[in-house]
């Protein structure tokens, strides 16, 4: 997995209404409330990662009210042919492919598919009778049963009980690497993944807590099973036309592969060079298993297209996907009270449906306000969202690993004090 992942009237009006993705709607940064003098600091500390080697490239974007006031491009896409950044370079954004998959999975709930309090299994079978980890002996695994099942609600807001294999090491991702969770053949795709994963034990009890996980790819399943479509077939259909995200999908087709940018890491000496290591994945060719948790390539233009719809309650353009009720609930913190907040509140986040959320701005690095949601990419892609100060805010950049700049910190920095009104 690790290499081969991450109704017909409206859906035609929904079609007929769709949008170029070349006609961003630009305007001078004052008529919106921002400073062209602070968003150039923005420009200059950001080119200033190109030019110490930090970055090889990367993209910025500010919209307020709806309007893009800034969007920048800085270095290469890739170094070795000399290609300079464009504003239609195309990036793997991993894990920013969530809040798609959520909002799709809303769309099919706001149709009376499923209700959020519905057990997984109800579904997909392989989800019942689950049991949970309780320690090991001589004698392996000791697992208790559920005390309930875990439900739809609970893999949109990251308490399934389930864990993610990858970024962790507990039994029970050691559990999912021993059996092959991510073992697939020529002819596997997210059905079995997801028939894999539902047999394997719970990292914790249903509701317990709050821990990052492969639930977004179940998520996906559902989205196939509601639907009847394959996944990728339902976010072009219902999303990505209509919204006229023309460049983003599963992998690069066309000539979108000359604008897929080079993977970066750094070398012993912090140079950059092309990152090939575990996560590394041939974006070029249709995967067999579609991630809905982190499959996506798409554009800073394209994800600024889903991000404006979801900041403007559901619409963009008069192509209207979300009622705006069900926006305010995927933007509203949904973790139980018991729970404090994502790592106990010590983040100050909680996290809504498909995007963490401001809860507590103390806490949170660099400037913020409560309200906001976000999330972000496993190549240091960032986005969020602040329904106070009108704003969409993107940053593209393709390096490894995750973390390993301040970007997001720097990004929210300079883009709350280019704020004028």
């Known amino acids: 997995m690790l290499r081969s992942f991450v109704l017909c009237l409206g859906a035609w009006a929904a079609l007929s209404a769709s949008v170029s993705a070349k006609d961003l709607p630009k305007v001078e940064p004052e008529t919106v409330g921002l400073s062209s003098a602070k968003l150039e600091d923005l420009k200059k500390h950001f080119q200033g990662y190109v030019d110490s080697g930090k970055l090889a490239g990367l993209t910025t ?227 067999g298993v579609l991630s809905g948790g982190g499959g996506l390539v798409s554009t800073t233009e394209d994800y600024w297209r889903f991000s404006q719809m979801i900041a403007n309650g559901g619409e963009l353009d008069g192509v209207r996907l979300l009622k705006e009720k069900t926006v305010a609930m995927m933007r509203t913190n949904q973790l139980p009270g018991n729970l404090n907040g994502i790592a106990g509140g010590k983040q100050g986040l909680g996290f809504g449906l498909g995007f963490a959320v401001v809860q507590d701005p103390s806490v949170v690095k660099g400037q913020t306000n409560i309200g906001n949601y976000f999330w972000g990419g496993m190549a240091n892609t960032i986005f969020w969202i602040d329904p106070k100060e009108e704003l969409v805010v993107i940053l593209m950049t393709n390096v490894l690993p995750s973390g390993i700049y301040p970007l997001r910190k720097d990004m929210r920095n300079k883009v709350y004090d280019a704020l004028v009104h």
């Open 61 to 287: 974007l500010v919209a307020r009210q709806g309007k893009v006031a800034h969007f920048e491009t800085y270095g290469d896409q890739d170094i070795a042919a000399g290609k300079a950044m464009g504003d239609e370079a195309v990036f793997r954004i991993y894990s920013m492919t969530k809040p798609i998959t959520t909002a799709a999975l809303m769309m099919l709930w706001e149709e009376g598919k499923f209700s959020l309090d519905d057990p997984v299994s109800k579904y997909l079978p392989s989800f019942a009778d689950q049991r949970v980890f309780a320690g090991q002996d001589e004698d392996g695994f000791k697992t208790v049963p559920a005390n309930r099942e875990a439900t739809i609600l609970d893999l949109m807001r990251h308490t399934a009980g389930l864990s993610y294999g990858v970024f962790s090491d507990t039994p029970v991702d050691r559990s999912y690497r021993k059996n092959g969770v991510f073992s697939f053949g020529a002819d596997d795709s997210i059905k079995t993944l997801t028939e894999k994963l539902g047999k394997e034990p719970l990292l914790y009890q249903p509701g317990g807590a709050w821990v990052y996980s492969l639930s977004v790819d179940v998520q996906g399943r559902l989205i196939e099973v509601l639907s009847g479509m394959e996944l990728d077939e339902f976010f072009s259909k219902r999303i990505f036309k209509p919204l006229g995200m023309d460049d983003t999908g599963f992998y690069a087709e066309g000539d979108e592969q000359s604008r897929l940018v080079e993977m970066y890491a750094l070398d012993e000496k912090k140079a950059l060079v092309p990152y090939k290591g575990e996560f590394w994945q041939d974006f070029t060719v249709q995967p």
